[in-house]
């Protein structure tokens, strides 16, 4: 019997043990929880294709981030739902746009939590696109003056964090020299390489904000393609980022890890909405565990190399991991 002396099997003998050697921690204190903020009062509509996920109006906002933080969960993303939208989507710069209401509420009444603002105009404007339409195209120039005037709003509003997602080219450099020049210091949060992706459509749902002509396929990236996330997250760096991210997480975990191995800057990654809702979806049918899946889930993207996570998932993860 030739056996192999190297047993790896050895290793994993107990709990003990396996914990011991463990590689890959998850805690919430590496989650971000995303908040949709919709006009009114005491409202709490939930959104069909997510399930466990609401619109807030402000006042159940402020309800919910203090829950989060209570649990251990140190920052939310907010994206809004204007009462009205426009060609320009112009109530993501208005001084008192949903968001930036939302953004001086949290900032009063949940004192300690940190609050991340979406940079984007698809929730905003009539046509759904995330910037400024020039006959059937984007306008990307144009687009840059409109997240200027945004990222002031949100600075001014005491944003902690700003994070451009409508993949324009030069807006974290817009946003860095706005901020400098109005004397503010928010750490930018880059949605550096995102994808043109299937996977945001129960968010679009729940935001409201599907393009109502055409796709996103000439500003967010084509799948098929990892070099360009990389010059992505250079360019976003030597614009002045502070953080990159990888969106969506679980189909590009290879871009994670490729980013988190060449670049080192932090990373998160964003386990998206339809990531969400299949989970969700299947664990409803009786298919999967759900709660075993979003462990699984999230140590995955984790390892992948993301040193933080923006997850529907964080309040359930912060009560399993509570227990
Ligand atoms: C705004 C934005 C989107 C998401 C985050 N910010 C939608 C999009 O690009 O269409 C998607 C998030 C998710 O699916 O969970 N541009």
């Not at 840059?144 to 080219?169: C, F, N, V």
């Amino acid at each position: 019997m030739s056996l192999p002396f190297a047993r790896l099997r050895r290793l994993r003998q107990s709990a003990r043990l396996r914990d011991l050697l463990s590689e890959t921690t998850l805690s919430c204190r590496n989650l971000i929880a995303p908040i949709f903020v919709r006009p009114g009062k005491n409202v709490r509509r939930p959104i069909l294709s997510m399930p466990g996920q609401f619109q807030f109006s402000i006042d159940q906002v402020v309800k919910e981030a203090k829950e989060l933080k209570k649990l251990g969960i140190p920052a939310v993303i907010l994206f809004g739902i204007p009462s009205k939208k426009d060609t320009t989507g112009s109530e993501a710069y208005a001084r008192d746009g949903i968001i930036q209401t939302a953004v001086r509420e949290l900032k009063a009444k949940v004192p300690g939590l940190t609050v991340i603002t979406d940079l984007c105009f698809c929730e905003y404007t009539s046509h759904g696109h995330c910037g400024v339409v020039k006959g059937k195209s984007i306008d990307n120039d144009a687009t840059l003056s409109l997240i200027r005037k945004t990222a002031i709003a949100q600075a001014e509003a005491g944003a902690d964090i700003i994070a451009p997602s409508g993949m324009m080219d030069g807006a974290v450099k817009t946003i860095r020299s706005a901020l400098e020049q109005g004397g503010h210091d928010q750490i930018i949060m880059a949605y550096s390489a995102k994808y043109a992706s299937a996977f945001y459509g129960p968010f679009r749902d729940a935001a409201k904000s599907p393009p109502q002509f055409g796709d996103r396929k000439t500003y967010q990236m084509d799948f098929r393609n990892s070099r360009q996330a990389l010059l992505e997250v250079e360019q976003d760096l030597k614009e002045g980022a502070d953080i990159v991210m990888v969106k969506p997480a679980l189909a590009y975990l290879d871009v994670v890890r490729q980013v988190k191995d060449k670049f080192d800057v932090p990373v998160a990654a964003y386990n998206v909405s339809g990531e969400y809702a299949m989970v969700k979806a299947a664990a409803k049918a009786g298919w999967i565990d759900e709660e075993k899946i979003i462990l699984e889930i999230l140590t995955g993207i984790r390892r992948a190399g993301a040193d933080f996570i923006l997850t529907y998932h964080a309040k359930a993860v912060a009560k399993i991991l509570e227990r």
